[in-house]
């Protein structure tokens, strides 16, 4: 986010994770999750995990097979955490849709604008029994 090397950034989003998951798909890494626990200032909004994920281009070709992977990742993260968040380059349409997808509402009012200018808008979901519980 701040104009730094991705391979330096990546290495320390993983350096820092409480959790590291990695989706393969015939064999091939196709998605990279991580989590790192944060307890917010207000301590009644519970325990928190800030995620983030990074892909390949194969996450296109397999969009039925990653969302359900992902949405798997996300209702073991609510087995722990109350809510997850991060902030999403408002230039990617792309992830923006997908985040929506996985049930995420992502915040236009509620941003931050990085050195290089760009703006990172915030997204959160919270734990909800009855709409994360596993479909069978």
């Not at 998605?31 to 207000?42: A, D, Q």
């Not at 087995?79 to 902030?87: I, R």
């Amino acid at each position: 986010l701040d104009g730094s090397n991705p391979k330096d950034g990546l290495a320390s989003c993983i350096k820092d994770n409480t959790e590291l998951w990695v989706i393969t798909l015939d064999n091939d890494p196709v998605m990279l999750y991580g989590l790192k626990e944060v307890l917010p200032e207000n301590s009644s909004e519970g325990l928190g995990g800030q995620i983030w994920a990074l892909g390949t281009d194969d996450v296109f070709k397999h969009p039925r097979q990653l969302t359900l992977l992902s949405k798997k990742i996300i209702s073991t993260w609510f087995q722990t955490y109350d809510f997850l968040f991060n902030y999403v380059w408002e230039g990617n349409s792309k992830h923006i849709k997908w985040i929506e997808i996985m049930g995420f509402t992502v915040f236009e009012d509620k941003y931050f604008t990085s050195s290089m200018d760009e703006k990172f808008l915030f997204f959160t979901q919270y734990y909800a029994p009855d709409l994360n519980e596993d479909e069978d």
